[in-house]
T-cell receptor, first 113, second 114 residues
Framework: SQQGEEDPQALSIQEGENATMNCSYKTSINNLQWYRQNSGRGLVHLILIRSNEREKHSGRLRVTLDTSKKSSSLLITASRAADTASYFCATDAGETSGSRLTFGEGTQLTVNP | GAGVSQSPSNKVTEKGKDVELRCDPISGHTALYWYRQSLGQGLEFLIYFQGNSAPDKSGLPSDRFSAERTGGSVSTLTIQRTQQEDSAVYLC????????????FGPGTRLTVT
């Protein structure tokens, strides 16, 4: 079963607004990553946050990690129509996971022009 | 430089037939992963190769699924006696770090079993 669970499952906003997606997980982790997927094909890595980090920025992206609550959030500021995609969180649980990433079900973001 | 490539991009096969899916990772990446994504779902881990170590096959759903990685580079995922529930997008990824690092994904192979 998937460890990560994103919410909301779907989010529709207007261009220029901010989009916030959340991810919860169950086990302890080494790091948590966010990926983006267009049209059900290959995923593109967005950002990685390590378990000892609480916040990370990359351009219009801001990721937070709360290991006590086992949750993370991805904020996209000043959204654009081109941000329309599915967004997945993925956790690396280190040795116990056999070096795999465990993906959540994803949030489908639609940015309306 | 070239990214991860996969072939074919689409494959339609009849139930009961065998299929082979190919993945060419980024040159120099020692870690290679196969995932499966059913319609509207997240990614399901299938198998992981790291260098010359024994692969982690714990995600393979049945003994009809197998994979190999020749010469530490190209990998082939084979599904024998395909079933309709095998229909999905099969994604390959490679990583420079042995574990837990950023993964670079190929475009996937969309498999349809009729």
């Amino acid at each position: 079963s998937q460890q990560g669970e994103e919410d909301p499952q779907a989010l529709s906003i207007q261009e220029g607004e901010n989009a916030t997606m959340n991810c919860s997980y169950k086990t302890s982790i080494n790091n948590l990553q966010w990926y983006r997927q267009n049209s059900g094909r290959g995923l593109v890595h967005l950002i990685l946050i390590r378990s000892n980090e609480r916040e990370k920025h990359s351009g219009r992206l801001r990721v937070t990690l709360d290991t006590s609550k086992k949750s993370s959030s991805l904020l996209i500021t000043a959204s654009r129509a081109a941000d329309t995609a599915s967004y997945f969180c993925a956790t690396d649980a280190g040795e116990t996971s056999g070096s795999r990433l465990t993906f959540g079900e994803g949030t489908q973001l639609t940015v309306n022009p | 430089g070239a990214g991860v490539s996969q072939s074919p991009s689409n494959k339609v096969t009849e139930k009961g037939k065998d299929v082979e899916l190919r993945c060419d990772p980024i040159s120099g990446h020692t870690a290679l992963y196969w995932y499966r994504q059913s319609l509207g779902q997240g990614l399901e881990f299938l198998i992981y190769f790291q260098g010359n170590s024994a692969p982690d096959k714990s995600g393979l759903p049945s003994d009809r699924f197998s994979a190999e990685r020749t010469g530490g580079s190209v990998s082939t995922l084979t599904i024998q006696r395909t079933q309709q529930e095998d229909s999905a997008v099969y994604l390959c990824a490679s990583s420079l770090e042995p574990s837990g690092g950023e993964q670079y994904f190929g475009p996937g192979t969309r498999l349809t079993v009729t």
